[in-house]
C-alpha cells in the first residue's frame, strides 16, 4: 500500500470484527471499531477453536492468551440415548480442536487489537452504510472511511442498507448455554479429555470442559418445546432425557442464555467499498462448531486481499477478489453444518447408522473437517503452533 495510512471502520465488536480489525491495522491502516454494546462483551459460554481457527489467532498475534489454560480434547464423542457410543471422533495431531471460554478469546483480539493500535468506540450503534464508504449512526452522527466492514452479526444493519441479503432464516433448533463448575469424576476416567455430546430424540446435551474448573453445557431442543428451551433450566426434564448425566445438570444453578441458530447467505459480500464477513454475511448453525472460526478466518483473510491494494478506487476489486477466493470453504462449511443438523430430525436408530456411516466413509469425512483442515488465508504451514 502507499505511504498514505488508509482508514477503515468496523462495525461490531465480535469475533469477526476484531479478527478484521487486527488484521487490517497489523498492515497499517488506520481502524476503528464501532461497537454498540457498552463494552467488548461475548454472548454464550464456551467456544470450540478448531485447527484454522488457532492459525488464524496465531497470525493475529491472540494465540498466546486465547489458548491460556485451554481444554484440548482428544475425541469428540457422540452417545445414544443409552449412553453408548455412536463414534467415538478422536482428534488428530494435526486438526487440533481446544475449548476456551468466549470472554477470553475475545479479550486476546481485544487486546491484539490494543497493540495493533485499533481504536474501540463503544455505545455506538450504526443503523446503515453504503457502498462510498459512509456509515450512519443512531445518534445521527456520520462517518466516512475508505472501507467499511460490517461485522455486525445476524441482524446485520449493513446488509440490510446494501441490500445484500438472500437469504436469512432461523432453524428449528436452539440451545441454552450454561457454565458449571468441574469436578473430579465428573466422567469416567477414560473420559476425562473428550468432549462428549449426547443424542435422545430431537434434544442434544453436549459437554465441553473448557479448563480445569469449568464445564459447558449446551443443551439443544427444538425452539418450540417451551419445557425444553425454558431459561430456567427443568432439570428434572432434562435428567429424564440424560439419566446418565443427571449429576451434571444438577448444578445447571448459573446465569443460562438461549439462542436460535440462524443461516444467513448473501448475495456478493461487498458493495464498492464497504464489506460484510462473520455472522452478517455468512451465519451457519453451530454443529460443526466453525461460526466464529469462519468470521476470524475471513477476517484476516479480507486483510490480506488488501494489503497490495495502492489506491483507494482499488478497494471494491481486492473485495471483489477476496470473495472469489473465500467464498467456497465458507459455504462448503456452512452446508455441512447445515447438513449436519439434519440429522437431529432423525429417529434415534437411524441418526446412529448415519452418523457412524458419514464418519466411516473417507469421503463424508473429509467433507465434515474440511474447514478444519483448511490453511487460512494470511497464515502459513510454519505458523502452525
Ligand atoms: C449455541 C451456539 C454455539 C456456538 N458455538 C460455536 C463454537 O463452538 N465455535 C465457533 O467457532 N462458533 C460457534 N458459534 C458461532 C459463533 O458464535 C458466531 O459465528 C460468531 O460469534 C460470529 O461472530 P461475528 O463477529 O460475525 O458476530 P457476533 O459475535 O454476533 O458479533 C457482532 C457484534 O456486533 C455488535 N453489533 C450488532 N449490531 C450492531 C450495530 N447495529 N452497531 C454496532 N454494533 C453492532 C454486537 O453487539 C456484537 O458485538 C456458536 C453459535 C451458537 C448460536
Known amino acids: 500500500m502507499s505511504d498514505k495510512k488508509r482508514s477503515a471502520l468496523v462495525a461490531g465488536g465480535g469475533l469477526g470484527g476484531l479478527a478484521s480489525a487486527v488484521a487490517l491495522a497489523q498492515r497499517g491502516w488506520d481502524v476503528t471499531v464501532l461497537e454498540r454494546q457498552s463494552e467488548l462483551r461475548a454472548n454464550g459460554s464456551g467456544i470450540y477453536i478448531w485447527e484454522n481457527g488457532l492459525r488464524v489467532l496465531k497470525a493475529l498475534g491472540a494465540y498466546e492468551q486465547a489458548i491460556e489454560g485451554a481444554f484440548y480434547g482428544s475425541h469428540f464423542e457422540q452417545r445414544d440415548l443409552n449412553n453408548e457410543v455412536i463414534d467415538c471422533g478422536p482428534t488428530p495431531a494435526n486438526r487440533r480442536l481446544i475449548t476456551v471460554m468466549r470472554s477470553q478469546l475475545l479479550k486476546s483480539l481485544e487486546q ?3 497493540r495493533a493500535g485499533v481504536k474501540v468506540r463503544t455505545n455506538v450503534e450504526v443503523i446503515a452504510a453504503n457502498a462510498r464508504g459512509e456509515v450512519q449512526l443512531a445518534s445521527g452522527e456520520r462517518l466516512r472511511a475508505d472501507l467499511v466492514v460490517g461485522a455486525d452479526g445476524i441482524w446485520s444493519r449493513i446488509r440490510q442498507a446494501l441490500g445484500l441479503e438472500l437469504v436469512h432464516e432461523q432453524t428449528r433448533e436452539g440451545a441454552l448455554r450454561t457454565m458449571i463448575e468441574r469436578r473430579p469424576g465428573d466422567t469416567q476416567e477414560q473420559d476425562a479429555q473428550k468432549y462428549i455430546e449426547n443424542w435422545n430424540g430431537l434434544h442434544r446435551l453436549l459437554i465441553t470442559p473448557v479448563s480445569e474448573t469449568q464445564t459447558y453445557l449446551a443443551l439443544t431442543c427444538p ?3 417451551v419445557r425444553a428451551s425454558n431459561t430456567q433450566i427443568d432439570k428434572e426434564y432434562w435428567s429424564a432425557l440424560f439419566p446418565h448425566w443427571a449429576h451434571l445438570i444438577a448444578r445447571a444453578d448459573g446465569p443460562v442464555s438461549w439462542g436460535r441458530y440462524s443461516v444467513t447467505r448473501c448475495k456478493t459480500w461487498s458493495s464498492g467499498r464497504t464489506a460484510i464477513l462473520g455472522d452478517a454475511a455468512h451465519a451457519q448453525p453451530p454443529n460443526l462448531g466453525q461460526g ?17 491494494v495502492q489506491d483507494v478506487r482499488d478497494i471494491p476489486d481486492a473485495l471483489e477478489a477476496w470473495e472469489n ?4 470453504i465458507v459455504e462448503h ?3 455441512w453444518s447445515c447438513l449436519y443438523g439434519e440429522i437431529s430430525a432423525l429417529p434415534d436408530a437411524v441418526r446412529t447408522q448415519v452418523v457412524r456411516s458419514a464418519m466411516a466413509n473417507p469421503w463424508s469425512y473429509a467433507q465434515i473437517f474440511r474447514a478444519a483442515s483448511h490453511t487460512p488465508t494470511g497464515t502459513v504451514q510454519a505458523e502452525r503452533c
Not at 478466518?297 to 479480507?302: E, H, K, S, V, W
Not at 477466493?325 to 467456497?328: L, Q, S, Y
Request: with cysteine; glycine share 14%.
Open 112 to 114: 491484539a487489537g490494543k
Open 223 to 225: 425452539h418450540d418445546d
Open 333 to 335: 462449511c456452512q452446508k
Open 325 to 328: 477466493n473465500e467464498r467456497e
Open 292 to 308: 466464529g472460526g469462519m468470521a476470524m478466518q475471513n477476517g484476516l483473510a479480507l486483510a490480506t486481499f488488501l494489503e497490495k
